[in-house]
């Protein structure tokens, strides 16, 4: 008899518990964009120095998408219209920087 009384009482406690706890309430964890420095690129895919932003504040991808920029949006096409880099002194017709795993360093021109 104390063995299903017990029983009673744990799964009381067990419904009693779950009333108070609601499902898919998990907090998202925070994501971080990379700051770069802007660079555009020449037609044949190196880099056109300075960068966009070379004297002022590094850009995240958002924040470079807000900035006016001939062209630029970001449909993932294959034609890069900027490149992003930490690097504020890439050289003029250097090699640019490969892209990041989640392509966060491109930004893409605007089939027009």
């Known amino acids: 008899m104390k063995q ?3 029983s009673i009482l744990a799964i ?12 898919g309430n998990k ?8 700051e770069y420095y802007w660079y555009r690129l020449h037609t044949n895919g190196t880099i056109d120095a300075p960068a966009v932003n070379a004297s002022g504040p590094t850009y995240t991808k958002t924040e470079a ?7 630029c949006d970001d449909p993932q096409d294959d034609d890069i219209c900027l490149v992003g880099s ?22 893409y021109k605007i089939d027009q």
């Open 4 to 6: 299903y009384v017990l």
């Open 12 to 23: 009381i406690l067990a419904v009693s518990f779950s009333a108070f706890v609601t499902p």
């Open 27 to 34: 907090q998202k964890p925070l994501t971080v964009e990379n």
């Open 65 to 71: 998408l807000n900035i006016t920029l001939d062209g």
């Open 86 to 107: 930490e690097s504020s002194s890439l050289a003029e017709n250097s090699t640019p920087p490969g892209p990041t795993m989640d392509n966060e360093n491109r930004l």
